[in-house]
T-cell receptor, first 120, second 112 residues
């Protein structure tokens, strides 16, 4: 079945260590997103990518990095520069990217099951 | 991107209808209204979306005000499985699709 897979589901990290969260989708979606969610809070956008080899910063990009070398993959690295990385991380994808020449965008985001990162 | 305002929480009884409101007074002409819901410890899932006309699907109905400055998600018969956080967001189809803003949403509790 098609969908988005995030791994690992739970991750523990020591302070000062970088960690990479995986996000893979087999939906052939153009756009992919990373969100952070803290307890009792909404989702905040970290990074997003509309096409391969291109990505943009969201509202809280500091201390994070991403890459988009393949359409189906959008890994997120939480660096040691992120001062408070303990959170629930959600990856999402969307069917069509809005192209410069115009295009159809269904707008439905598909989310993974999330990765819960705890810094010890 | 335009922002939305939702009540922090709502309660409902099982088998009764639920009306979840959302205000979006700064909505632009190219913004679609989308609703998602998030069950505990899971990623959000799409519920419904619309532009101007009311919309129905198997999960819910979406009622959009004539001036589009507010909308209401309607669950016709709440079940215990509908207990979740419901997010109302705006999607701009006319420009950049990048920054999708999720607020805190409305936490719906359903009592048996």
């Amino acid at each position: 079945d098609g969908g988005i897979t995030q791994s690992p589901k739970y991750l523990f990290r020591k302070e000062g260590q970088n960690v990479t969260l995986s996000c893979e989708q087999n939906l052939n979606h153009d756009a992919m997103y990373w969100y952070r969610q803290d307890p009792g809070q909404g989702l905040r956008l970290i990074y997003y990518s509309q096409i391969v080899n291109d990505f943009q910063k969201g509202d809280i990009a500091e201390g994070y990095s991403v890459s988009r070398e393949k359409k189906e993959s959008f890994p997120l690295t939480v660096t040691s520069a992120q001062k408070n990385p303990t959170a629930f991380y959600l990856c999402a994808s969307m069917r069509w990217a809005l192209r410069l020449a115009g295009g159809l965008n269904t707008g439905e985001l598909f989310f993974g099951e999330g990765s819960r990162l705890t810094v010890l | 991107d335009a922002k939305t305002t939702q009540p922090n929480s709502m309660e409902s009884n099982e088998e009764e209808p639920v009306h979840l409101p959302c205000n979006h007074s700064t909505i632009s002409g190219t913004d679609y209204i989308h609703w998602y819901r998030q069950l505990p410890s899971q990623g959000p899932e799409y519920v419904i979306h619309g532009l101007t006309s009311n919309v129905n699907n198997r999960m819910a109905s979406l009622a959009i005000a004539e001036d589009r400055k507010s909308s209401t998600l309607i669950l016709h018969r709440a079940t215990l499985r509908d207990a979740a956080v419901y997010y109302c967001i705006l999607r701009d189809y006319g420009g950049s699709q990048g920054n999708l803003i999720f607020g805190k949403g409305t936490k719906l509790s359903v009592k048996p």
